[in-house]
């Protein structure tokens, strides 16, 4: 399956002319991140419009349906313009949307709703078939205060998504609003760490009493974005900003993760979702909340309260590497805490070129040695294949071999005291899920979701291999298929997938900038950007080998999507962000046009 233009549903040529104040070019080795244009955190980015209507909204969402591409994680094109089809219904829309109450069946005939998703999540139901907001019935929205029950011991939640059916928010499910909340304990302090950030919405997030107490905010914005940033945390008295180093070009400030101090303790979250509305309304994300870590008694060593899994001294190490004393105050509270109690292991990447010892604690290196310590005995997981899964894609090389079946799947298939070798002919089976232009066109957002998917045409058609490994996004068994992905996962799963070996949620996309690439024949690792994540092994929750899959089991580990992976069929293509689809309006009846 190679790429040409003629792939997308209209064969001109779009326009990859740059917008806002700069735009960086990809090279051979740039991440999914690359070509970020910096636009102000206040606009949406694109532009909606009656299909052969001069008029722009200016990137503003409305009800009548002017939907603009939102300013996306990693955007690679963030102009890209959704057009309301040619034949779309010409009745006026129901300034209420999504929200109407209304049972009277002449109001559905005089007005247009927007199509909501039916309780299986699979199939779109007329609008005369929902619920009054607030039924318990009712389709969900992703900030309501439905009950977040604990998904077993692994606390990795999936966030709440607006538009699916409630029970599937109703467990294993969280929005930032219930991680923030006071239920969770008295908060003291804060501190967020993302790609992006609207600090005016973040606020609101947070509880009333809360509101007011100190936030550091680490971000990697510079230029006009630093400027935004810098204007909105001036409103707010008790925000900090830290900006991280990117010292290597093309390089992110990608991390997601959150410091809750409270006064009995504190709470670590590691998520996927920027900081912004649309990453927590109608998306798949992924949450890891640790428990509320308690103090050490007066007088213990910085180095206490380690876990088995290192958790503590790894974070202290990813801290260190910003090289900022703004984060000495936080690296204090973590040092004056109980982390013994972590499970999982961090597995980060701070940028740089790596040498020594240190080239081992980071990207895909930092897997492959925690593999070779703890990982799955080579007996257990033959046959075994890798299963990654993510939101964007990087420049990978024009040969499959050299990176991504090469030095990355090697260390993703390393297995327990056995050095890992370039596999060759013996390297599992790589099943890669990333979203098919149809996956986005029937997605909850429509063709805007699309805009978080920032795979551009001039990478993919460099790598036309990679379309062999791709599958589809399904996840009906969490009622998540039509939310699109912005989580991003990696496993080893049995053949018949009843069973993981290891399972990571991370911020790090496909791409060397994310994970590392070796340089000068393997004695350096070159990683740009900044991403954590956290892994997840067996015998840290009690088992064996293996973590079970099935809903029968005590314990099932709560993948986010379903299994196994369906495969790209013969005229399935990945969701690239800058070529437009017209032919074929999406679930909202508007088609992409990148400007």
């Given amino acids: ?10 064969s001109t040529n779009p326009s990859l002319s740059p917008h806002g104040e700069r735009q960086y070019e990809e090279e051979e080795d740039c991440t999914g991140e690359t070509s970020r244009i910096e636009q102000g955190r206040g606009s949406s980015g694109g532009q909606a419009s009656t299909s052969g209507s001069g008029d722009s909204s200016g990137g503003q969402a409305r009800p009548s349906g ?3 591409q939102r300013s996306g994680d990693e955007t690679g094109h963030r102009g890209g313009k959704q057009k309301r089809s040619a034949k779309e219904d010409q009745r006026p829309e129901c300034h209420y949307g999504r929200q109407c109450y209304r049972k009277n069946p002449t109001h559905f005939q005089q007005y247009r709703h927007p199509v909501d998703s039916s309780s299986d999540d699979e199939k779109l139901s007329p609008p005369h078939k929902k619920l009054k907001t607030g039924s318990p019935s009712a389709a969900s929205s992703s900030s309501s205060p439905t009950q977040t029950a604990d998904p077993g011991p692994y606390t990795f939640y999936l966030t709440k998504v607006s538009g699916i059916a409630a029970r599937f928010n109703q467990t294993g499910a969280m929005h930032i609003t219930d991680i923030l909340s006071a239920e969770k304990g008295k908060l003291l302090a804060s501190a967020q760490f993302n790609y992006m950030i609207d600090i005016p919405w973040l606020m609101q997030q947070y509880p009333k009493e809360a509101r007011e107490k100190p936030l550091l905010i680490v971000h990697g914005d510079s230029g006009l974005s630093k400027i935004k940033l810098q204007e909105d945390a001036h409103r707010f008295s008790n925000i900090q900003l830290c900006q991280a180093r990117l010292e290597i070009m093309y390089g992110t400030h990608h991390s997601k993760m959150m410091f809750l101090l409270y006064d009995d303790g504190l709470r670590i979250a590691i998520h996927t979702a920027n900081l912004i509305h649309q990453d927590w309304h109608q998306k798949t994300q992924g949450v890891w909340l640790s428990p509320c870590f308690p103090k050490l008694p007066d007088g213990a060593a910085p180095t206490d309260g380690d876990s088995s899994t290192h958790f503590k001294s790894d974070l202290l190490a990813y801290l260190a590497a910003y090289r900022k ?3 000495e105050e936080w690296r204090k509270h973590i040092q004056e805490h ?28 930092k897997l492959r040695q925690v593999f070779q310590a703890r990982g799955p005995p080579a007996d257990l997981v033959k046959g075994w294949p890798v299963i990654g899964q993510f939101s964007s894609i990087g ?28 596999l060759g002919s013996r390297q599992p089976q790589l099943q890669l899920i ?9 997605s909850l957002e429509g063709y805007p979701a699309g805009g978080s998917l920032p795979y551009s045409i001039n990478t993919a058609r460099k790598q036309p291999y ?29 053949p018949d997938c009843s069973r993981l070996a290891w399972f990571l949620v991370t911020s790090a996309n496909l791409s060397k900038a994310a994970w590392g690439a070796l340089e000068k024949n393997g004695a350096q690792l070159m990683i740009r950007s900044y991403e954590i994540g956290v892994l997840f092994l067996p015998q840290g929750f009690g088992e064996d080998t293996t973590f079970a899959v099935h809903t029968s089991c005590s314990e099932p580990f709560p993948i986010p999507y379903d299994l196994p992976p369906l495969p790209y069929g013969t005229n399935d293509q990945p969701w690239v962000v800058d070529i437009p689809y017209v032919n074929k309006p999406d679930s909202h009846g508007c088609v992409w046009q990148p400007s």
């Avoid at 982390?339 to 990447?349: D, F, K, L, Y």
């Avoid at 050299?402 to 370039?422: D, F």
């Avoid at 979203?435 to 066109?441: A, E, L, Q, T, W």
């Fill in 1 to 10: 399956m190679s790429w040409s233009l003629s792939d997308s549903d209209d």
């Fill in 434 to 442: 990333y979203p098919s232009v149809n996956n986005v066109r029937s």
């Fill in 395 to 422: 420049s990978l090389g024009a040969d499959a071999q050299k990176w991504l079946c090469g030095e990355w799947l090697s260390s993703l298939a390393t297995v327990r005291g056995k050095p890992s070798l370039m």
């Fill in 338 to 365: 109980d982390m013994s109690q972590a499970r999982v292991h961090i597995v980060a990447s701070v940028p740089g070129r790596h040498q020594g010892g240190s080239k081992n604690q980071w990207g895909h290196l």
């Fill in 66 to 68: 002017s939907r603009g």
């Fill in 466 to 494: 990679l379309n062999k490994f791709l599958h589809q996004w399904s996840a009906s068994a969490r009622g998540r298929t039509r939310a699109s992905p912005h989580i991003k996962t990696y496993t080893r799963t049995s």
């Fill in 325 to 327: 004393s703004a984060l």
